[in-house]
């Protein structure tokens, strides 16, 4: 089972930037599809963002065109680029990683333990 670690959260204003990471161990993490979660106090989980192994993407609605997700092979990490920062963005941001696409897109992968971010003047 792949092990995941975030970093790269932090407390920023409306409209600033993070880039979160999420490196993952094991050799074949090429193959792997990985995804970004995140979880508001008092609220669900939600989908953010997924890549699979051959680099197509998918992107929840409410973050198209201010996130970006990409992933590096090489490092066995996968990146978030977070822009325009709105206080609704607000919320721990989880890696997840699986062999296959489906299960990121459902929330059925591995987990990471999560990094916050604060969004807020």
């Known amino acids: 089972q792949v092990q995941l670690v975030e970093s790269g959260g932090g407390l920023v204003q409306p409209g600033a930037s993070l880039r979160l990471s999420c490196v993952a161990s094991?050799?074949?993490?090429?193959?792997?599809?990985l995804g970004w979660y995140r979880q508001a106090p008092g609220k669900q989980r939600e989908f953010v963002a997924g890549?699979?192994?051959?680099?197509?993407?998918n992107y929840a609605e409410s973050v198209k065109g201010r996130f970006t997700i990409s992933r590096d092979n090489a490092k066995r990490t996968v990146y978030l680029q977070l822009n325009s920062l709105k206080p609704e963005d607000t919320a721990v941001y989880y890696c997840?990683?699986?062999?296959?696409?489906?299960?990121?897109?459902?929330?059925?992968?591995?987990w990471g333990q999560g990094t916050q971010v604060t969004v807020s003047s």
């Open positions: 094991g050799s074949i993490f090429s193959r792997y599809s």
């Open positions: 997840n990683a699986d062999i296959n696409y489906l299960p990121v897109l459902r929330g059925g992968g591995s």
């Open positions: 890549i699979n192994s051959g680099g197509h993407t």
